[in-house]
């Protein structure tokens, strides 16, 4: 298999991932800037955006006038994050979210209306976040000072994860699959710090995919901590291109 990277309205910089090929090499990297976006993905394609929560502008928009861009549920989340790091990188990647989705949908960001589908766990409406009407399918993951976005036409979702520190190796790995334990246990530490950041951004891409989030635990499924994750019947999981430090992975829905 190959990967392939489309030239879209004439902009070489903005690139989609094709399934099922390769998908490990492009990442669209948003930046203070106005972005050049294009067409949405459509069919199996997925396009992949990352973004440093750090920058004081995203995506043309300073971020000291986010807020008015924000709905009243994220104006509110925001609200209540006490730390200036937390508050600035909730900010960044939603403002960053808003600006993808506008450009995809062609709307402002502030007119990009956003809602919560039912979790498959017990029906109530906190599962995935969704654009209204749907026709683009969204998963947003930040972790330290980086943020990770993809837009597919299918169920879609995305994880990034710093790596650990062996603390948290150890507090963590036991709540895996007994394979995946056994797996990351046969590693020297700093493999198993890394490994685990890789297995932790499979499968939280697949359970955000799924809609279910953390809610039934990261035992089941079996998607390994190898170099290449295995695939979950119904998904395709790839891993992605990340900064040292970090692992991310996405995971998309497809029809068999």
């Not at 900010?91 to 956003?114: D, F, K, M």
């Not at 685990?196 to 390994?224: C, F, H, M, N, Q």
Request: glycine share 10%; hydrophobic share 45%; aromatic share 6%.
């Amino acid at each position: 298999m190959r990967w392939k990277a489309e030239r879209i309205n004439g902009n070489p910089h903005v690139n989609r991932l094709v399934y099922p090929r390769r998908v490990t090499e492009y990442v669209n990297q948003l930046s203070g800037a106005t972005p050049l976006i294009g067409a949405p993905p459509a069919g199996v394609e997925v396009a992949v955006w990352s973004l440093d929560t750090t920058l004081a502008a995203v995506g043309g928009f300073r971020l000291d006038d986010a807020l008015p861009v924000l709905d009243a549920a994220e104006r509110e989340r925001a609200g209540r994050l006490v730390r200036p790091g937390d508050r600035q990188r909730y900010l960044a990647s939603h403002l960053g979210l808003r600006v993808l989705l506008g450009g995809y949908l062609g709307l402002a960001p502030e007119e990009v209306a956003l809602t919560r589908e039912d979790c498959p766990c017990c029906g109530a409406p906190h599962g995935r976040p969704a654009v209204v009407g749907g026709g683009l399918h969204f998963s947003l993951s930040h972790s330290g000072d980086l943020a990770y976005f993809a837009f597919a036409a299918v169920t879609v979702g995305i994880d990034v994860e710093a790596v650990p520190d062996a603390a948290a190796v150890a507090d963590v790995m036991t709540s895996l699959h007994p394979a995946e334990t056994a797996e990351l246990a046969a590693l020297p530490g700093e493999e198993r710090r890394v490994a685990l950041a890789r297995v932790w951004s499979r499968k939280e891409a697949y359970l955000k995919g799924t809609g279910a989030g953390l809610a039934l635990g990261l035992a089941d499924p079996y998607i390994g901590a190898g170099p290449a994750p295995a695939q979950v019947p119904g998904w395709l999981l790839r891993d992605l291109a990340s900064p040292p430090g970090y692992a991310a992975a996405l995971a998309l829905a497809v029809r068999h």
